[in-house]
């Protein structure tokens, strides 16, 4: 069996994860806002993967709890939150730009007491 | 005899409080007065057609107002009884109550206080009232409750006066003292009774400890309120108060509340014939105690207070030697004459514009005629002189207290049983003695204030009172001398229309008979006979002493009996022992508490300890928040990284 053509769970996995934690490095580590938003997204689609990965591959064949559409669902759904998230983010980081010139996330810290 | 009307008696009363206490400060002053005469004369009204009533065999009306609070197996009711006992006293509450009223509208009318104190003393009639007709112990504890806390509202009248508003605050801890006591006692008495009515105790098998303890505790608080060693010293500072109140409150009604008490539940103290010991016991050592001191004081109104705690002495002598009737005849008698006494003391004090001191009065005879008259006949009453009211009542309590039978078989432990029949004889050589006191020092009282030669200030003109003071004297004066036909002994009116007016005759069934039943048969003759005798001992005493000399029979008297005599003239430093022994103790426990307990404890380690504590855990945990919403993020996802090796590896 060769690993490309395998048709298993832990490929598709592997690289989610691989995704999310390089999404959630970004979000930690990057100090432009911008950034930050698109490695949200990155983060965003590591999990719609992952749904995708264990809606091809269910953990229970056959199971009564539900088709493998449900997976496809929420990756629709996580889909139209995205758009809409980065929408709303976006607006935000223009409103602050506006107001402060800057995008670095270091210099927002008003939400401390 | 259940009927509607009964509540009437305590609520107008409580009415006029209400409207006096409200809105009399904007009242006209007649209106003002009209409604707090009222509001006395009309529940008189109402006692004395009950009162009539019950003489046409009807044994007592009762009314049940109001369930006033229900609990498991407690039922506290809103009732009312008026039998002969309280029948007899409400008509004296209120009408000894509304004379003093009368009185009072011209003792206070130049006081800008006016309106309060008239509230304040319709109140006094209405919790009197609530105590007196109280069907069971929680009410008649209302009552007792609510005479205290007038009584305190009235010494403490003249509240910018520190003296007077502190005499007020003593009286009313020194009751609550007592108060505590007769919440024991009802609280014994439900527990083991089950109930608190009156009528089902005084109608119960109550078992001997029981009875010893309740009656022991309901005793307590009736020290407090009665004024009985040790906790007589509230009355003689009561002075502080206007002089229609001591009349009222600390004379004639309030304080005889405990004898009342005593009385109304007298099946209980016969049950517990230890504490009738005890009640008599202390009777006696109060009546001869404050009789003492009350020979060596010079302010006028203090030995009118020292008086009255002797004479509640008296009486809780009769009640303790179990003839109730006595005691209770003495009470009402005693409300009339020390009424009188009182309210002329009062009429000098306002002719002498606020002069209260035996030494600066003198040859008053001729300025008060109508004052000295009445004050001659009540002092020849209370001295027991034949043949006023204080003769017969005061005697048939020492009768009764030679010829008890009560403490023939005292039970003192539930196994056996001792027999105390010195103790009768003694109490009436003691009692005797302190009548023989009560003469003295009433007659000294007499020739220093009305005899002699007028000693007060300069550019004092002394003046008799208006009529309206006078009137209630001489009415006061006129009950004190019918008051003997209350007290005729019965054999001596045997089968003539008096006979069922004696009280004696008349409380006959209403009270229980004391254990080793009632004394016989014994002739009143010699009794009489060395009663009249002690009486013009007393009197002969002080004529001797004082008609002539007048002052200068206090000063012979001094250097006769110096220390003793100035021991007396300080109270016997009981004020001062109790300073020592009791208040300061307690005022070092209190400040020791206060700063160790307190301020060290409470305050430092809870009150701020907590908050501080709080405040530097709050400051650690600022610094997480530093507003770098990265750093959250960051902590995030360690956290739920850990949450994940913890249940996807280790588990």
Known sequence: MDFFHAHQAQHYLVLGALLFALGAAGVVLRRN????????????????????????????PNSPMGSFLSGHAAVFFVIATAAAEAAVGLAIIIAVFRSRTSVNVDEFDTLKL | MEVSWLHLVPLLPLIGAAICGLVGKWLPKGWLYAVALASVLLPFLVGLRAFVGLGEGVQLFHQLAFNWFSAGSLRVDMA?????????????????????????????????????????LNLFIAAMLT???????VAMFVGWEGVGLCSYLLIGFWFTDEEKASAGRKAFVVNRIGDFGFLIGIFVLFTQMGTVNIAQINSAAIPMGVAQLAAFCLFIGATGKSAQIPLYIWLPDAMAGPTPVSALIHAATMVTAGVYMVARLSHLYVSAPTVMVVVAVVGTITAIWSALIATSQNDIKKVLAYSTVSQLGFMFIGVGVGAFFAGTLHLITHAFFKACLF????????????????????????????????????TIAITGIFPLSGFFSKDEILAQALHTRAFSLLTLTPGGSMRLTWLGPLIYAVGSFAAFLTSFYMWRCYFLAFSGEYRGPEGVHPH????????????????????????LPPSWVHG????????????????????????????????????????????????????????????????????????????????????????????????????????????????????????????????????????????????????LYVFLVRS
Do not use: C
């Not at chain 1, 590591?46 to 229970?60: C, E, K, Q, S």
């Not at chain 2, 409400?90 to 309060?116: A, C, K």
């Not at chain 2, 409470?602 to 530097?616: E, H």
């Open chain 2, 343 to 378: 309210l002329g003391a009062g009429a000098v004090i306002h002719g002498l514009h606020g002069e209260q001191d035996l030494q600066r009065m003198g040859g008053l005879r001729k300025y008060m005629p109508s004052t000295r008259t009445t004050f001659l006949i009540a």
């Open chain 2, 496 to 643: 003539t229309a008096l006979e069922h007016w004696t009280w004696e005759h008349f409380t006959e069934g209403v009270f229980a008979r004391p254990r080793g039943g009632a004394p016989g048969e014994f002739s009143p003759a010699v009794g009489f006979g060395i009663a009249l005798l002690v009486g013009w001992l007393g009197w002969a005493g002080s004529y001797t002493l004082y008609f002539k000399r007048g002052l200068s029979g206090d000063e012979l008297l001094s250097a006769r009996l110096g220390p003793v005599r100035r021991a007396l003239a300080n109270k016997l430093y009981v004020d001062e022992l109790y300073d020592r022994v009791i208040v300061r103790p307690l005022w070092a426990l209190a400040r020791g508490l206060w700063r160790v307990v307190d301020a060290t404890l409470i305050d430092g380690l809870f009150v701020n300890g907590i908050p501080s504590l709080i405040a530097w855990v709050s400051a650690m945990a600022r610094r997480f928040q530093n507003g770098d919403v990265q750093r959250y993020a960051a902590v995030t996802a360690l956290g739920v990284a850990a949450l």
């Open chain 2, 464 to 487: 008799e009172s208006p009529p309206v003071m006078t009137v209630p004297l001489w009415i006061l004066a006129g009950l004190a001398v019918l008051g003997l036909l209350l007290g």
């Open chain 1, 33 to 60: 806002a911008i950034i930050v938003l698109m490695s949200i997204e990155l983060m965003l689609n590591a999990v719609n993967l992952t749904f995708l990965a264990f809606a091809r591959f269910p953990l229970v």
């Open chain 2, 80 to 120: 009312f009884t008026f039998d002969r006992l309280s029948g007899a006293l409400t008509l004296v509450v209120t009408g000894v109550g509304f004379l003093i009223h009368v009185y009072s509208v011209g003792y206070m009318d130049e006081d800008p206080g006016y309106w309060r104190y008239f509230a304040y």
């Open chain 2, 131 to 137: 105590l007196v007709l109280g069907d069971n112990l």
